[in-house]
């Protein structure tokens, strides 16, 4: 149990183009999620909360206009990279977590990777 | 949160026991110690949880002492496959309402 999954894997894009990546809790309903980035030999930046029906929270420093965050549902978050550019290439991974998991515990996706050409 | 302290790197050998000591002086009375495994490329996934005293599971257990200000993640008869980035992480249980704070982590390297 307490699957997520992430689509696309990996994306390539041209600089300008807008990426969205979708975040699914699979076998639970998820009424938070998390949006992470990992740059390479670099550890986990969390980027923003997202709760169902409500407006993210973005960490300080990141751009809230340009990383757009829609939890629309109970088991599906979308981050969209608007206006991509090849500083944001990075690996992007959301987490979940349920309000009857146990321990309440958050459960990672397997991650996106975007490069921007 | 609490900042945790732990090896950048440690290289072992398949079949040997491999303890990864973790420090975190600022513990709070209700911080969990929880400690995740990420291979490349993949999401960190969650190895095993405590508060104090042992924790053991099917992978892996959880030595915290008494004043709960270090943990050790014991890793039975390595393989391999158990090369990765081990990150320790201190905060409430699930990491509260917040998301979790990683550090760098330790980079295991197992050899044949």
């Known amino acids: 149990g307490a699957v997520v999954s992430q689509h696309p894997s990996r994306v390539i894009c041209k600089s300008g183009t807008s990426v969205k990546i979708e975040c699914r809790s699979l076998?639970?309903?998820?009424?938070?999620m998390f949006w992470y980035r990992q740059f390479p030999k670099k550890s986990l930046m969390l980027m923003a909360t997202?709760?169902?029906?409500?407006?993210?929270?973005?960490e300080q420093g990141v751009e809230k206009d340009k990383f757009l965050i829609n939890h629309a549902s109970l088991t599906l978050s979308t981050l969209t990279v608007t206006s991509a550019h090849p500083e944001d290439s990075s690996f992007y991974i959301c987490?979940?977590?349920?309000?009857?998991?146990?321990?309440?515990?958050?459960?990672f996706g397997p991650g996106t990777r975007l490069t921007v050409l | 949160l609490a900042k945790t302290t732990q090896p950048i790197s440690m290289d072992s050998y398949e079949g040997q026991e491999v303890n990864i000591t973790c420090s975190h002086n600022?513990?709070?009375?209700?911080?969990?110690i929880t400690w995740y495994q990420q291979f490349p490329s993949q999401g960190p996934r969650f190895i095993i949880q405590?508060?104090?005293t042992k924790v053991t599971n099917e992978v892996a257990s959880l030595f915290i002492p008494a004043d709960r200000k270090s943990s050790t993640l014991s890793l039975p008869r390595v393989s391999l496959s158990d090369t990765a980035v081990y990150y320790c992480?201190?905060?409430?249980?699930?990491?509260?309402?917040?998301?979790?704070?990683f550090g760098k982590g330790t980079h295991l390297i197992i050899q044949p």
């Open positions: 076998d639970f309903q998820a009424t938070t």
């Open positions: 997202s709760n169902e029906g409500s407006k993210a929270t973005y």
């Open positions: 600022n513990i709070a009375t209700n911080d969990y």
């Open positions: 992480l201190v905060g409430e249980r699930g990491g509260g309402a917040d998301g979790l704070t």
């Open positions: 987490s979940a977590r349920g309000p009857f998991l146990a321990g309440n515990e958050q459960f």
């Open positions: 405590g508060y104090k």
